[in-house]
């Protein structure tokens, strides 16, 4: 079981930038990979980016490339998703999901969640 609590959304005008956080609990943590998700109102939720277990490899969503970027820190047990130049389209809740190896990155694959963590970007 694993339990993951995100942090540091608010509101910000566009062109602005977030720090989002994700902090896990429970058991291997470190043996996950995870992900960022969100999902604005009315719409479906979105793969945004995701981190293997090692750090070593990231994986963006097109619309968020080049302006969001996704670290880990396993001694620390939490995952950050960096955004910058934000724009009013990226206005979502935003959570964060483990996911097992071997898994895709469908959001589907993903196993334990978070509660998410409102972003509001003003124009």
């Known amino acids: 079981q694993v339990q993951l609590v995100e942090s540091g959304g608010g509101l910000v005008q566009a062109g602005g930038s977030l720090r989002l956080s994700c902090a896990a609990s429970g058991r291997a943590f470190s043996s996950y990979a995870v992900g960022w998700s969100r999902q604005a109102p009315g719409k479906e939720r979105e793969f945004v980016a995701d981190?293997?277990?090692?750090?070593?490899?990231?994986y963006y969503a097109d619309s968020v490339k080049g302006r969001f970027t996704i670290s880990r820190d396993n001694a620390k047990n939490t995952v950050a998703l960096q955004m910058n130049s934000l724009k009013p389209e990226d206005t979502a809740v935003y959570y964060c999901?483990?996911?097992?190896?071997?898994?895709?990155?469908?959001?589907?694959?993903?196993?334990?969640w978070g509660q998410g963590t409102q972003v509001t970007v003003s124009s």
């Open positions: 981190i293997t277990w090692s750090g070593g490899s990231t």
């Open positions: 999901a483990t996911r097992a190896a071997g898994r895709s990155r469908a959001l589907r694959d993903y196993d334990y």
